[in-house]
């Protein structure tokens, strides 16, 4: 049994800190659950790009309000506390906090730990991080 | 892109309700992410055993109180928001809640939405519902 403390863990190199957004890795590809589980804040008042393409991701709101911007439609959906997303067709998305989001996601298959967040938004596989 | 709210799921049939607690499941098998996603409340003042012999589970906590117990050891660890367990080797574990627990559970492999909680304390493998 794994068990950990948010706020511990942000003390660690769980936490990876990026323009307007962070994120603690409380689960990752070495605890071998088969998904990695993090827990993501995004400052209020800005809005970011992701396009997870070799991975699927869900994303619930704990708390704070926003707005995820599906690029492939144009359609916006509402975030409150409550509301899930998931990016089944990993989708290219704009991600808009106006209050700050607490977010909890869920990766499949689950992030390592190395990878960087790309130019096109998205993460390297594990095969092109070898 | 899949969306859901919690309140709106909670008037369907991915509210499935027990004896102390309710599980609402936002993300189901048939939804191909590789796992499953719920929101669970642990009533307060009620203890639970629960064995997954066949899947891995993350469970955090998004508010409330109470503890852990490792069957196989007798080791509690408290559990307050921000507090992740994973059961990486199936673990038996009793978990009881001081105040209602409100916690997000990730499961692989994915629940199907079709299991019953055994006598045992596990959910049945998906080639058992078949």
Redesign the interface.
Known sequence: ???????KARETDRLVKADGWDSTR??LAG?????S?H?TRIAPGTSHVFHYKHH?E?V?C?SGEGN?E?LATGKI?QI?P????????H?K?RLSATSELVL?C?F??PVTGQEVHREDGSYAPVAELA
């Open positions: 049994m794994i068990v950990r403390d948010l706020n409380l689960l605890d071998n659950m088969g998904f589980f827990i699927f869900s619930y704990v995820i599906d959906h409150t409550g509301v899930i997303y998931a990016l089944d067709q989708d998305h909890a869920s499949n298959p």
